[in-house]
């Protein structure tokens, strides 16, 4: 699947997701601290901007730096970026197991992605995109904070 596509379908999903917000919303609504759901929402932005810079170093041929941003924003490198908060600023303590389970695979995706295209394999990094949004897309689709 080109880049292109793949866009175009993680772009259709959300928007998917958008609409089911408008209608009855069937998501598991997840309580979290204020702190944390801040913390949350700025990780998210944050991980919506790496995704973007991934896919814009894929589209022009860079695939070796896109693994590295892949990796140190969004892998296994990334995890943690909240321990040294308050616990009420913490997200994942206070997020149900399965919550948190699709954001440990969403990083574990992200450093088998990172592993790719850190070699230079430009074709399986292109294949292995889906699974690099899958898991956000799994986690939006099922859990809503607000």
């Known amino acids: 699947m080109k880049i292109a596509q793949t866009f175009v379908l993680f772009t259709a999903l959300l928007a998917g997701v958008a609409g089911v917000a408008d209608a009855q919303d069937q998501r598991q609504s997840v309580q979290l601290p204020p702190a944390a ?9 944050d ?35 909240n321990r040294q908060k308050p616990f009420d600023a913490r997200p994942g303590p206070h ?19 990172a592993k790719v ?10 294949a292995l995109l889906p699974k690099l949004t899958g898991a956000c897309v799994a986690c939006h689709y099922s859990y809503r904070t607000r």
């Open 37 to 45: 759901q801040e913390s949350l929402r700025v990780e998210m932005l």
């Open 47 to 81: 991980n919506m901007l790496a995704i973007n810079g991934i896919l814009e170093l894929m589209a022009t041929g860079k695939t070796k730096e896109a693994g590295q941003l892949a990796e140190t924003a969004l892998g296994r490198s990334a995890q943690g970026k």
């Open 95 to 113: 997020m149900p197991p399965a919550m948190h389970d699709i954001g440990l695979d969403g990083h574990r995706a992200a450093s088998e992605f």
């Open 117 to 126: 295209a850190s070699a230079g394999d430009r074709e399986q990094a292109i």
